[in-house]
């Protein structure tokens, strides 16, 4: 069975890279059927995408957050990766790995969630 | 991109059945057959219910069910239990190749 783990620092300072890291399990990450994607949820709030990407390298970012995105695969350790830069206190967020069957939509699975905290 | 309008919330009884909306433009729920809804309870991940405007994926109750006119989508759970009690979230794709959520509808079970 499919799993998505996320990990990486629960508390980021402002202004700085916030950097997570997705290990997938039960399922290779160069499946030609899926897209693998970053999705945030504030506390309280409702769920934002923020980006997705295909085992190729080819990236698809939501456009108010494109200019501090950037997602990464690496095939070779099945792990996706996700670096939100210069943050401020309204990305504190619970951030969601997932897999979706289109680049940011119909999420099939998902990762249990790790809060990140933007404070000094 | 703005996000999908949905009620902030709905109730039902146990037994009886709900709608919840999801109004967007054509350019994501009018333009592509490919809304999606998800459940998700308190501090745990959504969990997919509806794909594709009406199917469901194996495992999902056949008490949920998907639809769309226009520019709104719609997702129909009837025979209200205690455990759909929940938020439920629509997504679309968008014609600039991202997606979109709407903003989230609590579900009361009275």
């Known amino acids: 069975q499919l799993q998505l783990q996320e990990s990486g620092p629960g508390l980021v300072k402002p202004s700085e890279t916030l950097s997570l890291t997705c290990t997938v399990s039960?399922?290779?990450?160069?499946?030609?059927?899926?897209?693998w994607g970053w999705i945030r949820q504030p506390p309280g709030k409702g769920l934002e995408w923020i980006g997705s990407?295909?085992?190729?390298?080819?990236?698809y970012y939501n456009p108010s957050l494109k200019s501090r995105v950037t997602i990464l695969v690496d095939t070779s350790k099945n792990q996706f990766s996700l670096k939100l830069s210069s943050v401020t206190a309204a990305d504190t967020a619970v951030y969601y790995c997932?897999?979706?069957?289109?680049?940011?939509?119909?999420?099939?699975?998902w990762g249990q969630g790790t809060l990140v905290t933007v404070s000094s | 991109q703005s996000a999908l309008t949905q009620p902030a919330s709905v109730s039902g009884s146990p037994g009886q059945s709900i709608t919840i909306s999801c109004t967007g433009t054509?350019?994501?729920?009018?333009?592509?057959?490919?809304v999606s809804w998800y459940q998700q309870h308190p501090g745990k991940a959504p969990k997919l219910m509806i794909y594709?405007?009406?199917n469901r994926p194996s495992g999902v109750s056949n008490r949920f069910s998907g639809s769309k006119s226009g520019n709104t989508a719609s997702l129909t759970i009837s025979g209200l239990q205690a455990e759909d009690e929940a938020d439920y979230y629509c997504?679309?794709?968008?014609?600039?190749?991202?997606?979109?959520f709407g903003g989230g509808t609590r579900l009361t079970v009275l």
């Open positions: 997932a897999r979706a069957v289109r680049p940011m939509t119909t999420v099939t699975s």
């Open positions: 039960g399922g290779s990450i160069s499946s030609s059927h899926y897209y």
């Open positions: 990407i295909y085992y190729s390298g080819s990236t």
């Open positions: 054509s350019s994501d729920v009018g333009g592509y057959d490919y």
């Open positions: 594709d405007v009406s």
């Open positions: 997504s679309s794709p968008t014609s600039v190749s991202t997606g979109v």
